[in-house]
């Protein structure tokens, strides 16, 4: 006789002479050496990433997309027997739903609501794995990609706006200068004697030079 332990998170396959005898749960457990063969499967959640993938939208623009499903056994059997790879056909249902749910919906529907190509995946892809022991608990569109030529369209239009507004900003400064200024003229024009005070302080700064014109308002001759 021979002895094996079952981890919790397993469960080991008897077969003998080839066929299927019985799932051993968590424990230690004895079994005939001959004429047995033992399959142990791991049956706690996994991920799956499927990579990106180019798909065409309804309106024929190319998205490149990757996709992230989490799934889990819950027939270590059919698991095992229900196909040569079941993680492959897992990988493939999720890729052809992920086809199918892009090539329904326009590019401007995708930009708009990038989460409604996630809604309703995980069951689209779990309908082609009935029969395999696997739950798709989710699958969610991971990344998605726009062609380089978008890409450079959307960067030109965020730079042009950004542009816009630095120039509509740099515009109104000026604006407010010159507001500024035409104030400041027309206030020494009504008010002489702040020529002449504005004037003084600034001579008062070290290093100032000061060039003196003639009086531009002489007083009046008197009689």
């Keep these: ?13 008897l077969f003998t002479d080839g ?4 799932v051993l749960t ?30 065409l939208t309804a309106d024929g623009v ?20 229900g196909a040569a790879a079941t993680d492959v056909r897992l990988y493939s249902a999720v890729q052809m739903a992920v086809r199918d749910a892009v090539s329904a ?8 609501d990038r989460s409604r190509l996630s809604a309703g995946l995980a069951e689209a892809a779990g309908a082609a794995l009935d ?10 569109v991971k990344d998605l990609m726009l062609p380089s030529e978008l890409r450079r369209a959307a960067t030109e239009t965020l730079l042009a706006r950004e542009n ?43 290093g100032t030079t000061v060039v003196l014109n003639p009086d531009p308002y002489p007083a009046p001759p008197r009689g």
């Design 164 to 206: 816009g507004r630095a120039e509509l900003e740099r515009a109104r400064a000026e604006a407010a200068a010159l507001r500024t200024l035409a104030n400041a003229a027309r206030l020494l024009e009504q008010h002489p004697a702040l020529l002449r005070l504005r004037t003084i302080q600034a001579a008062a700064a070290p």
């Design 1 to 13: 006789m021979a002895t094996i332990t079952v981890m919790e998170w397993q469960r080991t396959l």
């Design 131 to 140: 029969g395999l022991g696997i739950e798709l608990t989710s699958a969610v």
């Design 19 to 22: 066929r299927f005898t019985r």
């Design 62 to 81: 190319t998205l490149k997309l990757s996709a992230l499903a989490h799934w889990r056994i819950t027939d270590p059997h059919a698991y095992l027997t």
């Design 26 to 55: 968590p424990g230690r457990h004895r079994y005939r050496r001959r004429r047995v063969t033992l399959h142990t499967v791991d049956v706690r959640p996994r991920a799956t990433v499927v990579q990106g993938q180019d798909v």
């Design 105 to 112: 919906v326009t590019f401007d529907e995708v930009l708009a």
